[in-house]
């Protein structure tokens, strides 16, 4: 079965300074690659997702994640980080197998002044 | 266009209850599923309904059961209250492919509180 780790349970950086966020997956092929973010409150919004082709991917609000198949990684990251990104931001995989995704546990973001 | 809509957002009960979430999918999406979130265990896929069919299921007791109605809205239902079912529980809709092709829009979720 597949599996998700995201190693950093909290990371705190200052705003302005870059960031990035890693994920590991378990999975024999290539799976469908996602990460959320979800703020206090809120349900999880997609960021980004990756699939095949260019293993850069752009997502929404800055954010870029960078596929690299030989670590099995998928890890996210922001050139300058703004306050109101502090939330938690969730990895996940699915392969393929409609809407069932698998999480990873979540990285919860500070981010100070 | 509207989000998907859970409700309610707040709910308390006591074990031994039953509860019903309610989930309303952003219009035209055909699959909606259903997550709990918990901090122990993160977030667990509960089950998935495409055209009022369950067509996915996670590893979860049989105390959790859904349904999807003709207009795509679904409900969850949970049976029996234990103290462990106190979560955030998370709807989601899609168009139904695959998820890379229609990912996942997620509501707010209903805060489940058993005492």
């Known amino acids: 079965a597949q599996s998700v780790t995201q190693p950093d349970i909290h990371i705190t950086v200052s705003e302005g300074a870059s960031l990035e966020l890693r994920c590991n997956y378990s999975?024999?092929?290539?799976?469908?690659l996602f990460w959320y973010v979800q703020s206090p409150g809120q349900g999880l919004q997609l960021l980004l997702k990756?699939?095949?082709?260019?293993?850069l991917v752009q997502g929404i609000k800055g954010f870029e994640a960078e596929f690299k198949r030989s670590q099995s990684s998928f890890n996210l990251r922001k050139p300058s980080v703004h306050w109101s990104d502090a939330a938690e931001y969730f990895c996940?995989?699915?392969?393929?197998?409609?809407?069932?995704?698998?999480f990873g546990t979540g990285t919860r973001l500070q981010v100070t002044l | 266009k509207a989000g998907v809509t859970q409700t309610p957002r707040y709910l308390i009960k006591t074990r031994g209850q039953q509860v019903t979430l309610s989930c309303s999918p952003i219009s035209g999406h055909r699959s909606v599923s259903w997550y709990q979130q918990t901090p122990g265990q993160g977030l667990q896929f509960l089950f998935e309904y495409f055209s009022e069919t369950q067509r996915n299921k996670g590893n979860f007791p049989g105390r959790f059961s859904g349904r999807q109605f003709s207009n795509s809205r679904s409900e969850m239902n949970v049976s029996t209250l234990e103290l462990g079912d106190s979560a955030l529980y998370l709807c989601?809709?899609?168009?139904?492919?695959?998820?890379?092709?229609?990912?996942?829009?997620f509501g707010n979720g209903t805060r489940l509180t058993v005492t």
């Open positions: 999975y024999g092929a290539t799976p469908y």
């Open positions: 996940a995989v699915d392969t393929g197998t409609a809407s069932k995704l698998t």
């Open positions: 990756y699939f095949s082709g260019d293993t």
């Open positions: 989601a809709s899609s168009l139904g492919q695959d998820s890379y092709n229609s990912p996942l829009h």
